[in-house]
């Protein structure tokens, strides 16, 4: 089974991680987890692109780019400069 990075986008307020629910496969149900948006990146295309990212902010520990493995938490002003 190919790595596939998740990047979806929930709201601010009423949304917890502990919703999230996944398939047997391991990837997120979408339907399930209530979640609008999700998008699905085969890993060879996030390291394709991951120089280019590296200027987006966020609110994570590194503060810009996409974290490899874990979440990246982003607000609107990291989401509309990507």
């Given at each position: 089974m190919?790595?596939?990075?998740?990047?979806l986008i929930a709201p601010k307020i009423g949304f917890e991680l502990n919703q999230i629910v996944r398939n047997n496969n391991g990837r997120i149900n979408k339907r399930k987890s209530g979640i609008d948006y999700l998008v699905e990146l085969d890993d060879e295309l996030f390291q394709y692109f991951s120089d280019t990212l590296?200027?987006?902010p966020n609110e994570t520990e590194n503060r810009?780019?996409?974290?490899y493995c874990g979440l990246t938490v982003m607000y609107s002003n990291g989401a509309s400069v990507l």
């Open positions: 190919p790595l596939i990075h998740e990047f590296k200027w987006i810009f780019g996409l974290n």
